[in-house]
C-alpha cells in the first residue's frame, strides 16, 4: 500500500520522478474483479467523494450511451464549477479506455498545460485498485516498465492493446496520430479570447485542419463547453451542421448520421419540465453549491455575461437591440404630465405577464415607476397589477386584450375600482413594431437607477434581447416597452397639434 501510494504522489507531483524504482509486480497486483454495471456506478467507485445530483445522473447516463457508441456526436453546455470536466475529460476516457483498451482518445483545451493535467488526472485513475477491479485488462506503464511503452504527461499507451490518450492544447499539433474520440473541453480560457475574433478563427482553423483530419467514419467527437459568445465553437456548429436538441431519450433515437445531440443545463431553468431537465421555472441546476439566490446575484453583475456562461445563451453586443442603451433617472421631474400603466398577459404558459407603470414629462421622456413581470398564475398577477396601480395613484391602465387580456381586464378594474381599466386588441406585427421602434424607446425610456437589482428579470431580457427576432425566446418586455413607446408618441403628437390649432 505504501508503494502505491507513493505511485500516487510521484504522479501528482508531475510526474514519474521516483516511480522508476517500483517494479513491474508491484504495480499489476490486481485486486478481485468486481465488475460495474452503468457509468454512474463506476463514477462513484474511482471517485467515492463526488456529489451527484439530479442532472448529474442525466449528465452521466448520457456519457454512458456515449461510450456505448449510441452517440457519435455530443455537444454539452454547462455553467461553470457544475461538474462537466470531471464528467467528460477525466471520468468518460478512463471508462471508454475500460471498455475498449484499443481505442485511441484525444483530449484537447485551450492550454496544454490544462489538457494534461486531464490526462495525469486519467493516469491516476487507471492505477488505481479501484479501477483494476472494474478493468482489469486496461494497465499503463509502471516502473519504467514495460520499457517498450510510452507513458508521459500528454501520450500514455494502453499495455498490451493499442490503445492510448493524447492531450493538446488549442492549436497543438496531432501529426500522425488517429483519433477514435476527441474530448474537446472548454476551447477559451475566458470571455477576453472568446470575444477576440482573432482566437475565435484560430480555433475553428485549428478544429478544421487538426481535429477533423485525425478522424475516421466512426471516430466520436464530445464538446463540452461554458458558453462566451454566440460564435465559439459549439456556435458555429450549431450553424453549419445538423443538430437535435434533446428533450427526451427518444431524441437520441431520431439523429441522423451526422447530426450533433446538443443539450444546454441552464443555471435557473426557464421553460416548462421536460424528460431530460424535469426541474420546475426559476429552480437552480445544483442548488446544493449554487443556490438560486447566488445566481441572481450573479446575474445583475453582468446580466449578459450571465446569460452566456450560466445559461448558454450567449449574444454578441452587436446583435443585440438594446444593450445598456437603456439610461437611468435618480428622480422624478417636477412637471409630470401624464401617469398611466400598460399591460401585456402572457400568451403561453410559460410567458411572462409584464405591466409597466409609468410617468411622462412635457418634453415626451417616459419614466418606468413600477413593474409586474411574472410568470405566476392570472389570479395571482390581477392581483399584484391591481395593487401597483394603486400604490402609484396610476389613473388609467390599457391592458391588450389577446390571449384572455379582456377577462384580466375585468378582474384588474373590481380590484382597482378608481383606476380607468380599458383593453384593446393588439393587431401589428410584434416583430416589426419591436425592431422598428427600437431606438425611439432607447430614447424616450428611461428605468429607475438600481433596476437590475429590483427587476432582474427584466433587466437580464431587454439587455440581451437580440436583433434576431426568432433568437429571443421571450418578447414580452420588449413588446411592453414598445406598446407604451407608440403610445405615448401617438400622445404626444396629438398634444402638439391641439397647440398648434390653439396658437
Not at 281 to 299: F, H, I, M, N, Y
Request: proline share 4%; hydrophobic share 35%.
Amino acid at each position: 500500500m505504501d508503494k502505491y501510494k507513493k505511485l500516487k504522489s510521484a504522479i501528482n507531483a508531475d510526474f514519474l520522478k521516483d516511480i522508476q524504482t517500483l517494479t513491474l509486480d508491484e504495480c499489476n497486483q490486481q485486486p478481485k474483479y468486481q465488475p460495474v454495471n452503468s457509468f454512474a456506478e463506476y463514477a462513484n467507485r474511482v471517485y467515492p467523494f463526488l456529489e451527484i445530483c439530479n442532472f448529474h445522473e442525466v449528465y452521466y447516463r448520457l456519457l454512458q450511451l456515449f461510450a456505448e457508441g449510441r452517440i457519435r456526436k455530443l455537444m454539452v453546455s454547462m455553467p461553470p464549477q457544475h461538474g462537466k470536466s470531471v464528467g467528460a475529460s477525466t471520468l468518460l476516457p478512463s471508462y471508454m479506455l475500460g471498455l475498449n483498451p484499443d481505442m485511441r482518445i484525444a483530449i484537447a483545451s485551450y492550454s496544454a498545460s490544462l489538457a494534461n493535467k486531464f490526462n495525469r488526472r486519467v493516469q491516476r485513475i487507471i492505477e488505481s485498485r479501484e479501477y483494476g477491479s472494474a478493468f482489469p485488462d486496461t494497465r499503463i506503464k509502471c516502473g519504467g516498465k514495460p520499457p517498450q511503452y510510452l507513458r508521459t504527461a500528454d501520450e500514455v499507451e494502453i499495455v498490451g492493446h493499442e490503445g492510448c490518450l493524447l492531450s493538446v492544447g488549442r492549436e497543438g499539433s496531432l501529426t500522425g496520430n488517429r483519433v477514435d474520440c476527441f474530448i474537446l473541453d472548454d476551447l477559451y480560457k475566458d470571455a477576453m479570447e472568446a470575444n477576440s475574433p482573432l482566437i475565435r478563427e484560430n480555433c475553428w482553423e485549428w478544429y478544421t485542419s487538426v481535429v477533423r483530419t485525425r478522424m475516421h467514419n466512426a471516430s466520436q467527437e464530445i464538446i463540452v463547453f461554458t458558453r462566451w459568445h454566440e460564435e465559439d465553437l459549439i456556435g458555429v456548429l450549431r450553424r453549419k451542421e445538423g443538430c437535435v436538441d434533446m428533450r427526451e431519450w427518444a431524441d437520441i433515437d431520431r439523429l441522423g448520421a451526422d447530426d450533433w445531440l446538443c443539450l444546454n443545463f441552464e443555471a435557473i431553468k426557464t421553460g416548462d419540465p421536460t424528460e431530460i431537465d424535469p426541474r420546475r421555472a426559476g429552480e437552480a441546476l445544483w442548488p446544493e453549491r449554487q443556490s438560486v439566490e447566488l445566481l441572481e446575484t450573479k446575474r445583475r453583475l453582468d446580466a449578459l455575461r450571465f446569460e452566456c456562461m450560466y445559461q448558454g445563451r450567449p449574444s454578441s453586443p452587436s446583435g443585440l437591440l438594446y444593450g445598456d442603451g437603456f439610461r437611468e433617472y435618480d428622480a422624478l421631474p417636477r412637471e409630470i404630465v401624464r401617469r398611466a400603466n400598460y399591460t401585456d398577459t402572457a400568451d403561453m404558459g410559460d410567458d411572462y405577464l409584464c405591466s409597466m407603470s409609468y410617468a411622462v414629462d412635457a418634453d415626451g421622456v417616459i419614466y418606468v415607476t413600477d413593474v409586474v413581470y411574472s410568470r405566476e398564475p392570472m389570479e395571482v398577477t390581477e392581483q399584484l397589477v391591481a395593487e401597483m396601480l394603486v400604490a402609484d395613484s396610476t389613473p388609467q391602465a390599457i391592458i391588450e386584450s389577446n390571449n384572455g387580456g379582456r377577462g384580466f381586464a375585468r378582474a384588474v378594474q373590481r380590484l382597482a375600482p378608481r383606476v380607468k381599466v380599458e383593453w384593446f386588441h393588439q393587431s401589428g406585427n410584434k416583430e416589426a413594431r419591436i425592431l422598428s421602434n427600437s431606438a425611439t424607446a432607447q430614447h424616450l425610456v428611461r428605468f429607475p437607477h438600481g433596476w437590475a437589482h429590483r427587476w432582474p428579470e427584466l433587466f437580464a431580457h431587454l439587455t440581451t434581447y437580440r436583433r434576431d427576432f426568432r433568437a429571443n425566446r421571450w418578447h414580452d418586455a420588449a413588446d411592453v416597452v414598445t406598446g407604451i413607446v407608440e403610445r405615448e408618441a401617438t400622445a404626444s403628437q396629438t398634444t402638439k397639434r391641439s397647440r398648434f390649432l390653439l396658437l
